[in-house]
């Protein structure tokens, strides 16, 4: 089984300011199609999660573009340029290799 | 735009089998370009993947549930659904129905859409 660990487990940060997670997993997720199964979510108070970024660096539907993904093969991260009242929450970082899910424990956000 | 629906008891006793149902609209379950997924989470605790369905009824399943978990589709309702059984208080949790999309060119998706969630509680 893929895991996947994440750091920091929390973040407070200054509105304006930006905030970085990173997330590791225990193989690769590269796959031999030559696509990295790499995603991240946001699941803000209350609510369902929602995507942030697909295949390591895609921003899904919406999503701003203060939010990007960058890494390869077993290091990730995302960065959020200029952190707002409304990025608060719980990020997870996500494999899907091989149609196989493992979810990270997440980092939760909050702002100073 | 997709809309995912959880329904089911909110309380199941231990050892019994939870059941739930997605409703999905604004879409068709049958559709070639998605997935159907159950995704579930403890309270106060993270994400765990349990299982996801294509239309025509092939599954992939979590390894650590996998003796406990079918999922299966109705396509005539457009409804897919989850039963865990033999399920203890470890159970307990909001359980959310997702899709995965997979596109022309094969880029993965997934949960871009997501129901609202549902609490199920096991207790004697």
């Known amino acids: 089984d893929i895991v996947m660990t994440q750091t920091p487990l929390s973040l407070s940060v200054t509105p304006g300011q930006p905030a970085s997670i990173s997330c590791k997993s225990s193989q690769s997720l590269l796959h031999s199609d030559g696509k990295t199964y790499l995603y991240w979510y946001l699941q803000k108070p209350g609510q369902s999660p929602q995507l942030l970024i697909y295949e390591v660096s895609s921003r899904f539907s919406g999503v701003p573009d203060r939010f990007s993904g960058s890494g390869s093969g077993t290091d990730f991260t995302l960065k959020i340029s200029r952190v707002e009242a409304e990025d608060v929450g719980v990020y997870y970082c996500?494999?899907?290799?091989?149609?196989?899910?493992?979810f990270g424990p997440g980092t939760k956000v909050d702002i100073k | 735009q997709l809309q995912l629906q959880e329904s089911g008891p909110g309380l199941v006793k231990p050892s019994e089998t939870l059941s739930l149902t997605c409703t999905v609209s604004g879409g068709s379950i049958s559709s070639s370009s998605y997935y159907w997924g159950w995704i579930r989470q403890p309270p106060g605790k993270g994400l765990e993947w349990i299982g996801s369905?294509?239309?025509?009824?092939?599954?992939y399943y979590n390894p650590s549930l996998k003796s406990r978990v079918t999922i299966s589709v109705d396509t005539s309702k457009n409804q897919f659904s989850l039963k865990l059984s033999s399920v203890t208080a470890a159970d307990t949790a909001v359980y959310y129905c997702?899709?995965?999309?997979?596109?022309?060119?094969?880029?993965?998706?997934?949960?871009?859409?997501w129901g609202q969630g549902t609490l199920v509680t096991v207790s004697s």
């Open positions: 369905i294509y239309y025509s009824g092939s599954t």
């Open positions: 996500m494999q899907g290799i091989h149609l196989l899910f493992t």
């Open positions: 997702a899709s995965l999309r997979i596109t022309i060119f094969g880029v993965v998706i997934p949960w871009g859409y």
